[in-house]
C-alpha cells in the first residue's frame, strides 16, 4: 500500500515537500513515479525514480524545479517542489511499477500500485 501526504496550500513561488509511505518489504524492487490530475484535466506524469535512485526523470512543466528521491530503508519516496505555480495545482499520487526492461516509467498504465492522492493548491 501507498500513503501520500505533504500536499496543502501555498503560494505561488513557496515550496512544498509530498511523502509517500510504501508498506512491504520489496520497496527498493519497484520503480516509483509521481503523477498528477488537476481538475477537468487528464493524469499526468510528474516524476519517476529507478529503483535504487540513480536514475531521475521529470517532465517538462516541472524539470528544474521539482526533484524526487527515495529512500529505500525509509520505504518512502519523495516529490520536493520548488518555485511552485498556479497551474501546479492538482491532486498528486505516487505509483509503484514492478515491471521490468527500464530504469523508470513515464506511463501510468506502467504503475501497479496507486496512492489516494493529496491536494495541491497553489494560489497566485
Known amino acids: 500500500q501507498l500513503q501520500a501526504s505533504g500536499g496543502g496550500l501555498v503560494q505561488a513561488g513557496d515550496s512544498l515537500r509530498l511523502s509517500c509511505a510504501a508498506s512491504?518489504?520489496?520497496?527498493?524492487?519497484?520503480?516509483m513515479g509521481w503523477f498528477r490530475q488537476a481538475p477537468g484535466k487528464e493524469r499526468e506524469f510528474v516524476a519517476a525514480i529507478s529503483r535504487i535512485g540513480r536514475i531521475t526523470y521529470y517532465s517538462d512543466p516541472v524539470k528544474g524545479r521539482f526533484a524526487i528521491s527515495r529512500d529505500n530503508v525509509k520505504n518512502t519516496v519523495y516529490l520536493e517542489m520548488n518555485s511552485l505555480k498556479a497551474e501546479d495545482t492538482a491532486v498528486y499520487y505516487c505509483?509503484?511499477?514492478?515491471?521490468?526492461?527500464?530504469?523508470?516509467?513515464?506511463?501510468?498504465?506502467?504503475?501497479?500500485?496507486w496512492g489516494q492522492g493529496t491536494q495541491v493548491t497553489v494560489s497566485s
Open positions: 512491504g518489504r520489496t520497496f527498493s524492487t519497484y520503480i
Open positions: 505509483a509503484a511499477s514492478d515491471r521490468l526492461g527500464t530504469a523508470v516509467r513515464v506511463e501510468g498504465n506502467d504503475y501497479d500500485y
